[in-house]
């Protein structure tokens, strides 16, 4: 059996050369029927249906990951920023304490004034209740808990006289 193939070149619609295979006695030739190519191709393409089935599969694990890892990263800074308001909760509610004690104390003195001046100027019909020198119109703070994975956002009612 002799095979005799030619392959010509094109370029420019120009033969540009000619190849040709002759084989000699030493090449040893193998004829594989129709339906073996076939089915091997058919296998290969199985072969590659299941190996991009598997990388879809590594790619959604991976991106999977990635988010686990964002959301770990995420809620330890929140942790980490609840954990910071509320220390500032604490320290503004003692310097609330702290103003009210001074409030009360400086109101004592104002309130003598007041008494003193409207004992001068005004009759004893006509007197005046003394004026504070502060109020009370807001007494909590933000606060920060946390419920399982939820954090939430709190009023902590400050109890300014107990």
Do not use: C
Request: overall charge neutral; cysteine-free.
């Amino acid at each position: 059996m002799v095979l005799d193939f030619n392959i010509k070149v094109r370029l420019n619609d120009s033969i540009y050369s000619d190849f040709g295979f002759y084989p000699s006695k030493y090449t040893k030739i193998e004829v594989t029927p129709p339906q073996d190519t076939i089915a091997k191709l058919e296998a290969d393409i199985a072969n590659l249906e299941i190996m991009s089935n598997q990388l879809v599969q590594t790619k959604k694990q991976n991106q999977q990951l990635t988010l686990e890892s964002k959301i770990e990263f995420g809620v330890q800074e929140l942790e980490q920023i609840a954990e910071k308001i509320n220390q500032l909760a604490a320290q503004l509610e003692t310097e609330m304490h702290n103003f009210k004690s001074v409030a009360v104390e400086v109101n004592k003195h104002y309130h003598q004034q007041q008494l003193q001046s409207n004992n001068h100027d005004i009759s004893k019909y006509n007197r005046r209740i003394p004026l504070n020198i502060w109020d009370i119109h807001f007494s909590s703070l933000p606060t920060i808990i946390k419920r399982g994975t939820k954090f939430i956002i709190v009023e902590k009612v400050i109890k300014l006289f107990k």
